[in-house]
C-alpha cells in the first residue's frame, strides 16, 4: 500500500493501482519520448507538405510499432505468454490506434488545398503546425497502447492491476472537483471530498495544481504524488512564486528583508524546494530600484 497525505486527506493506493499506474506512466513517457523524437526528426527533414505526404506516415508508424513492442514486453512481464505482436494488435489495439486515419485526413486535407503550389512546396513555418498536429497523433496513439495492455491483461485473469479509470468515475470525479472548486463544500468535509476526487480519478493534473494553489504543499505530499502519477508539478509551483513576487512588488517595494521574509514563507507553503532562486531576485529588483 502506497499513502500520501494531501493536507489532511489520506490517499491510499493498494498493489492494483500501484500496477495500473506503473503501466500508464510507463507508456505515457513513451509516448512523450516518441512524439518528441517524431517532431524533430520531421523538422530536420522535412521542408514541404509533398515530403509529409511522402515520409510522415511510415515515420510515425514506426514509433506506434515501438510502443507495441514495449506493449508485448509488459504484458509478458505478468506471465501472460501467448500474447504476440499480431494477436495483440488484431485483438486489443484496433479502438485505440487512429495515427494512420488521422494521418490520411490531415494529408488529403493539406493536399487539396495547395494542389496549385508547384511540387506542393510550402515554407518552412507552413510545415511546421502539420509537424505538431502528427506529433500529437503519435503522442495518443502511443499512450492509448496502455488501454490495450490493461484489456489483454484483464481479459487474460490477471487479478493483479486495476482497470483504467472509467467514464462515470470521471465525471464523478469532475463534479466533486467543480463543487470543491467554487466553494459548495463546507470546511468540515473538504477532506473527505479531496480523497474521494482522487480515488475517483487521481489523473487530473489540474486538481493537483489547484490544490497547491489554494491549500499549500507544506510537507511536499502533492509533489510527491504527481511524481508518482507521472506528473511534473514544479512548473506549476515555479509559476506562482512569480507570480506572487510580481503582486508583492507590484503592491509596495516596501522593506527588503521583510519582503524576503514573505517570499521564503510563501515557497515553504507551496513546498517550493528553490526558494533561494526567488531571494536572489528580490536583491536584485532592490538593487535595480536602488540603482
Not at 116 to 131: E, G, L, R, S
Not at 202 to 226: A, Q, W
Not at 252 to 278: H, P, Q, R, T
Amino acid at each position: 500500500m502506497i499513502t500520501f497525505d494531501i493536507n489532511g486527506a489520506t490517499v491510499e493506493f493498494d498493489e492494483k493501482m500501484d500496477n495500473y499506474n506503473r503501466v500508464r506512466k510507463l507508456f505515457k513517457l513513451y509516448a512523450r519520448q516518441a512524439s518528441e523524437s517524431f517532431e524533430e526528426d520531421c523538422l530536420n527533414d522535412i521542408q514541404s507538405v509533398k515530403q509529409i505526404s511522402e515520409k510522415c506516415l511510415d515515420m510515425g508508424i514506426e514509433y506506434i510499432e515501438d510502443g507495441l513492442k514495449k506493449a508485448i514486453e509488459t504484458i509478458v512481464s505478468f506471465d501472460i505468454i501467448t500474447i504476440d505482436l499480431d494477436i495483440f494488435k488484431n485483438a486489443y489495439c484496433n479502438k485505440y490506434l487512429n495515427y494512420e486515419r488521422l494521418f490520411n485526413n490531415l494529408n488529403k486535407e493539406k493536399l487539396v488545398n495547395n494542389k496549385n503550389k508547384k511540387n506542393n512546396y510550402v515554407k518552412f513555418y507552413d510545415t511546421k503546425p502539420i509537424i505538431k498536429k502528427l506529433s500529437q497523433y503519435i503522442y495518443e496513439d502511443c499512450f492509448n497502447i496502455h488501454y490495450a495492455v490493461v484489456d489483454a491483461l484483464i481479459e487474460n485473469k490477471i487479478t493483479t492491476i486495476n482497470s483504467y479509470i472509467d467514464k462515470e468515475n470521471k465525471q464523478k470525479a469532475n463534479a466533486l472537483f467543480n463543487n470543491y472548486r467554487d466553494g459548495f463544500i463546507t470546511k468540515t468535509d473538504e477532506c473527505r471530498v479531496v480523497k474521494q476526487i482522487i480515488d475517483l480519478n487521481p489523473y487530473r493534473k489540474d486538481v493537483y495544481e489547484f490544490l497547491i494553489k489554494e491549500d499549500g504543499d507544506f510537507n511536499k505530499e502533492i509533489e510527491r504524488l504527481t511524481d508518482y502519477l507521472g506528473y511534473d508539478i514544479t512548473n506549476h509551483k515555479a509559476n506562482l512564486m512569480d507570480i506572487y513576487i510580481k503582486e508583492l512588488i507590484k503592491e509596495d517595494i516596501g522593506d527588503i528583508e521583510v519582503n524576503k521574509e514573505k517570499v521564503e514563507k510563501y515557497a515553504k507553503y507551496i513546498g517550493c524546494s528553490d526558494y533561494s532562486i526567488y531571494l536572489a531576485r528580490i536583491d536584485a529588483i532592490y538593487t535595480f530600484e536602488n540603482a
